[in-house]
């Protein structure tokens, strides 16, 4: 409950307040809004361009599979055969992608790049947090349901950044227009889901932070939910993620926050809009 005083004074001091559901579905936001016409108008003029977008896919998609491998390297405690078999095949999909000619093409490498991921994820947890697939509404097992959470906070954290910096979160690069979607918010996103979220799930789940007994399933939808005491735990930890300081922008002058360096990762872009070259556009890169 927020009184019309609080929300008003959040406004004026630019603190964004945002509604989610226990499922991680993002209802609304309260947001001082910025339109720059001129960033937006670069970037429309970016939207038609075919080889901007090529380019841009490229750049993402790129950095989105070797942070997975990074991931999958960092939690291979035992060094499974299975995974180091994960990580060549998905050594080979960037190769692919370098060369593919559509964006089609690299969303279809993407997308069995994702599945070939997520199985090797479920390898590297204990039986309890096992899962066969990518499920999302609902999320049909516990570790699903921190994904779905997971990444929802994440969206609207990209989705407000978008929104400050002036720029139109709806026209994507990559994913396509579809009413009430943040394509822009969802191409950028692609980069920081294993950095950020499918890292701190591993950190909660192998540190024993949260455990199968913090999940209810809902026998109406068959969905997983998480308890309202894990749901502050998980929000806890996310806010610790964000605002833990990392060197992986090189063109930084010095070490930036998670939350800092998407801010900094969009203000990249807003450059790049302006020229219609990429070149310079640094992604985030696990190392």
Same mark, same amino acid.
């Given at each position: 409950?927020?009184?019309?005083?609080?929300?008003?004074?959040?406004?004026?001091?630019?603190?964004?307040?945002?509604?989610?559901?226990?499922?991680?579905?993002?209802?609304?936001?309260?947001?001082?809004?910025?339109?720059?016409?001129?960033?937006?108008?670069?970037?429309?003029?970016?939207?038609?361009?075919?080889?901007?977008?090529?380019?841009?896919?490229?750049?993402?998609?790129?950095?989105?599979?070797?942070?997975?491998?990074?991931?999958?390297?960092?939690?291979?405690?035992?060094?499974?055969?299975?995974?180091?078999?994960?990580?060549?095949?998905?050594?080979?999909?960037?190769?692919?992608?370098?060369?593919?000619?559509?964006?089609?093409?690299?969303?279809?490498?993407?997308?069995?790049?994702?599945?070939?991921?997520?199985?090797?994820?479920?390898?590297?947890?204990?039986?309890?947090?096992?899962?066969?697939?990518?499920?999302?509404?609902?999320? %049909?097992?516990?570790?699903? /349901? *921190?994904? @779905?959470?997971?990444?929802?906070?994440?969206?609207?954290? =990209?989705?407000? &950044? !978008?929104?400050?910096?002036?720029?139109?979160?709806?026209?994507?690069?990559?994913?396509?227009? %579809?009413?009430?979607?943040? /394509? *822009?918010? @969802?191409?950028?996103?692609?980069?920081?889901?294993?950095? =950020?979220?499918? &890292? !701190?799930?591993?950190?909660?789940?192998?540190?024993?932070?949260?455990?199968?007994?913090?999940?209810?399933?809902?026998?109406?939808?068959?969905?997983?939910?998480?308890?309202?005491?894990?749901?502050?735990?998980?929000?806890?930890?996310?806010?610790?993620?964000?605002?833990?300081?990392?060197?992986?922008?090189?063109?930084?002058?010095?070490?930036?926050?998670?939350?800092?360096?998407?801010?900094?990762?969009?203000?990249?872009?807003?450059?790049?809009?302006?020229?219609?070259?990429?070149?310079?556009?640094?992604?985030?890169?696990?190392?």
């Amino acid at each position: 409950m927020i009184s019309s005083k609080t929300i008003s004074q959040l406004l004026k001091r630019n603190i964004p307040i945002t509604y989610i559901n226990n499922s991680g579905k993002y209802l609304g936001s309260f947001i001082n809004n910025k339109v720059d016409i001129d960033k937006q108008v670069n970037q429309f003029k970016c939207k038609e361009n075919s080889l901007f977008c090529l380019e841009f896919a490229k750049k993402i998609i790129t950095s989105k599979i070797k942070n997975e491998i990074v991931i999958l390297r960092r939690y291979d405690k035992f060094k499974q055969d299975k995974i180091k078999d994960i990580i060549s095949s998905l050594n080979k999909y960037i190769s692919e992608i370098q060369n593919a000619s559509t964006i089609n093409e690299i969303l279809g490498f993407e997308g069995t790049s994702a599945k070939l991921y997520f199985s090797g994820l479920s390898n590297l947890v204990s039986d309890d947090f096992k899962f066969d697939k990518r499920s999302k509404r609902p999320p %049909k097992d516990p570790f699903n /349901a *921190l994904m @779905s959470y997971g990444y929802s906070l994440l969206y609207n954290e =990209i989705v407000i &950044s !978008l929104t400050q910096v002036g720029l139109n979160t709806h026209a994507g690069f990559i994913h396509q227009n %579809k009413q009430g979607h943040a /394509a *822009l918010a @969802s191409d950028l996103m692609e980069q920081w889901r294993s950095p =950020i979220i499918d &890292s !701190l799930i591993m950190k909660l789940i192998n540190n024993n932070l949260i455990s199968i007994s913090d999940f209810t399933l809902n026998e109406d939808t068959g969905g997983y939910y998480l308890s309202r005491k894990a749901n502050n735990y998980f929000i806890k930890y996310y806010e610790e993620k964000l605002r833990s300081k990392n060197n992986y922008f090189k063109h930084a002058k010095h070490p930036l926050t998670f939350r800092q360096s998407i801010f900094f990762n969009i203000y990249e872009l807003v450059k790049c809009l302006e020229s219609e070259n990429l070149d310079s556009f640094e992604t985030l890169t696990l190392r």
